[in-house]
């Protein structure tokens, strides 16, 4: 399922903490573990191990399930386009899917959702590996998977942005934005650096972090740093 936390600031500076069963959601009527949520505004996004996508109304306790929509495969991730109209969900395999106008689309590995409704608005091929990550940088939807690949789809458009993907060799997870683009890679134990250019076209791989032996990223988090703080 997936648990709400009260993160209050307190006065001493320090957070409540605390889990609000009220706003939690749970998903056991659905057989599967979440995998990815994704907010915008009121919306919460949540793909599921079970194959599952649910729009929750998150404004209201207890939240209010909007949409759902079952596509079949594991949602390793979900992510809302910017302004909020699409939820794009990340699959583990190809599949097909039946489109808003009742055609077979596919097979395909990112569903593109309408906002709120869940209804498939269109499905992208993006490789032949299972997809694990994605994040979004300016009109960008950036996603890795497993094989080394890192896909780019310019979402103004729900087309590729480049003519394939940048090769990074490994097993790639977790991937951030900030300036660039920061690529976890699994196998090779490292983050890895794109350095982004005016398009995905011309991003090219600018360097790496080699993280401690034994180390296999999995997710991974970009936090500024703080004027003043070490």
């Known amino acids: 399922g997936v648990t709400a936390v009260d993160i209050t600031l307190q006065p001493d500076g320090s957070r ?11 998903l056991a009527a659905f057989g599967g573990n979440a995998f990815s949520v994704a907010s915008f505004g009121a919306f919460l996004a949540v793909g599921t ?33 910017p302004g909020g109209t699409k939820v794009y969900a990340m ?42 990550s994605a994040t979004l940088l300016n009109q960008y939807l950036y996603i890795t998977n497993v094989g080394g690949e890192l896909w780019s789809i310019d979402t103004t458009m729900d087309t590729f942005a480049s003519l394939g993907p940048l090769i990074v060799p490994g097993s790639l997870s977790g991937i951030v934005a900030s300036t660039n683009i920061f690529v976890g890679n699994q196998s090779a134990g490292e983050i890895q650096i794109v350095r982004t250019g005016r398009t995905p076209s011309s991003d090219n791989i600018d360097g790496k972090v080699s993280l401690p032996s034994g180390s296999a990223p999995f997710g991974i988090a970009a936090i500024p740093r703080i004027k003043g703080k070490p």
């Open 16 to 26: 409540t903490n605390s889990v609000l069963p009220a706003e939690s959601i749970s």
């Open 49 to 81: 191990q079970a194959g599952y996508v649910f729009l929750f109304d998150v404004s209201a306790a207890p939240p209010v399930l909007v949409a759902s929509r079952f596509v079949g495969q594991t949602v390793n991730h979900v992510v809302f386009a």
């Open 91 to 132: 699959l583990e395999n190809r599949i097909d899917a039946l489109d808003e106008n009742g055609a077979v689309v596919g097979p395909g590995n990112v569903f593109v959702l309408r906002v709120s409704t869940l209804a498939v608005k269109l499905v992208s091929d993006v490789g032949f590996f299972p997809l694990h």
